[in-house]
């Protein structure tokens, strides 16, 4: 795969997981329960581990 497009997939997928974590939160401590803040902070690590995988191939 070509670097500027694996480098664009990493960023959207990170950049989605970070607005899923949120709003799931939100969700969660507005009325939707203990499930839904669990899945956003689920999401919010995804989020990171995206970044890192990222940040990881940007050192090479």
Do not use: C, H
Not at 44 to 51: E, F, H, I, K, S
């Amino acid at each position: 795969m070509d670097p500027a497009t694996r480098t664009n997939l990493l960023l959207f997928a990170a950049a989605l997981l970070v607005l899923a974590a949120i709003w799931l939160v939100i969700m969660g401590f507005t009325g939707g329960g203990l499930v839904q803040v669990i899945a956003g902070l689920l999401a919010a690590l995804g989020a990171g581990a995206v970044v890192r995988v990222y940040l990881t191939g940007r050192d090479r």
